[in-house]
């Protein structure tokens, strides 16, 4: 999973895999953090009861629903679900040194059992870093 998709991976609690490879996780899921980020892209419109227009940097505009904004109010900590996942799996979390999106995190309440790696690259792990990124998944998988 990466970004956000590691926390639908650690709500899904899927079983029987043996290993789990989480890139650029979000350890911080407070909506007035995203709310902050996104109102300095201009076009970003944010509306919690009805549609959400959020253009980042990249040009794409993501239209979010109020759903998005009331379920992601009722989540646990990250830190939780992430630990419970690594119950189910070995958890590899992956992060980007210079995560332009993240930023860095404090990873005291994150379970011993998951192992932390740190690769330079941004959130997306463009360019040359995206290759690192590929090495070091394929020498995991290994």
């Known amino acids: ?12 609690k899927p ?14 899921m407070r909506i007035e953090r995203t709310i902050e980020r ?17 253009r980042p940097l990249d040009g794409y505009t993501r239209i979010v629903p109020a759903e998005y904004w009331s379920e ?9 679900l992430y630990n419970e996942f690594a119950k189910r799996t070995e958890l590899i979390i992956i992060n980007a040194n210079q995560d332009d999106i993240i930023g860095n995190a404090d990873l005291t309440e994150l379970s011993s059992d998951i192992k932390v790696i740190n ?23 290994n």
Not at 1 to 12: D, E, K, M, P, R
Not at 119 to 141: T, V
């Open 72 to 80: 992601r109010k009722n989540l646990p900590s990250t830190f939780s």
């Open 1 to 12: 999973g990466h970004s956000q998709g590691t926390v639908i991976a650690a709500l899904a």
């Open 38 to 54: 996104h109102t300095k892209n201009p076009g970003s419109e944010i509306n919690l009861n009805g549609i959400s227009k959020l």
């Open 15 to 28: 079983t029987g895999i043996r290993k789990s490879i989480m890139t650029a996780p979000v350890f911080d």
């Open 119 to 141: 690769l330079d690259g941004n959130h997306g792990f463009y360019d040359a870093a995206r290759a690192n990124l590929k090495l070091k998944i394929k020498e995991l998988l």
